[in-house]
T-cell receptor, first 111, second 114 residues
Framework: DAKTTQPPSMDCAEGRAANLPCNHS???????VYWYRQIHSQGPQYIIH???NNETNEMASLIITEDRKSSTLILPHATLRDTAVYYCIVRPREGAQKLVFGQGTRLTINP | GAVVSQHPSWVICKSGTSVKIECRSLDFQATTMFWYRQFPKQSLMLMAT?????????EQGVEKDKFLINHASLTLSTLTVTSAHPEDSSFYIC??????????FGPGTRLTVT
């Protein structure tokens, strides 16, 4: 079973920041938080990952709470192309670990 | 980032026939690859772990004799759906971790069994 819970759907206006929450209250000390997204009929795409510090890359920012029990993915200026299903996954960094996908959040960016 | 390809991208076959789907890591070697299946409006479900040089490991409820996996080399894994039936129609996706354990996904293969 997936170790994360996410809202099933969210809407966001184009140009605004999209904030996607994820709960991972049973996360272990050696597990990272990973975010992937899946645009319709494509394979998942890696977005970002983190352990306990906030992370930022060219795609998004990841905010992890101090107790690491939840996190938020932030798309700072959402575009229509960001419409996708976003998956939050926790996994150890080391080892070729299989990924267990939950239901994810279907994010719709509205013009 | 690394690239994983799948072939074919889509396939239509008749009930009772077998279909082979290839997954290749294009610029890195992968001793392990993963096969997922995704039905419409559902999440990805892991089917099996493909191991180079050894037998695949199947998830509970996945028929190993129906979904044959062969990890022929460090860059190629194949999934063969034997005696396909309409209920096997799905989106099949593979992934491969690189040496740094970051996973890369293929673009998926849409299988339709008529």
């Amino acid at each position: 079973d997936a170790k994360t819970t996410q809202p099933p759907s969210m809407d966001c206006a184009e140009g605004r920041a999209a904030n996607l929450p994820c709960n991972h209250s049973t996360i272990s000390g050696n597990e990272y938080v990973y975010w992937y997204r899946q645009i319709h009929s494509q394979g998942p795409q890696y977005i970002i990952h983190g352990l306990k510090n906030n992370e930022t890359n060219e795609m998004a920012s990841l905010i992890i709470t101090e107790d690491r029990k939840s996190s938020t993915l932030i798309l700072p200026h959402a575009t229509l192309r960001d419409t996708a299903v976003y998956y939050c996954i926790v996994r150890p960094r080391e080892g070729a670990q299989k990924l267990v996908f939950g239901q994810g959040t279907r994010l719709t960016i509205n013009p | 980032g690394a690239v994983v390809s799948q072939h074919p991208s889509w396939v239509i076959c008749k009930s009772g026939t077998s279909v082979k789907i290839e997954c290749r890591s294009l610029d890195f070697q992968a001793t392990t690859m993963f096969w997922y299946r995704q039905f419409p409006k559902q999440s990805l479900m892991l089917m099996a772990t493909s191991n180079e040089g050894s037998k695949a490991t199947y998830e509970q409820g996945v028929e190993k004799d129906k979904f044959l996996i062969n990890h022929a080399s460090l860059t190629l894994s194949t999934l063969t759906v034997t005696s396909a039936h309409p209920e096997d129609s799905s989106f099949y996706i593979c992934s491969a971790p690189d040496l740094g354990y970051e996973q890369y996904f293929g673009p998926g293969t849409r299988l339709t069994v008529t």
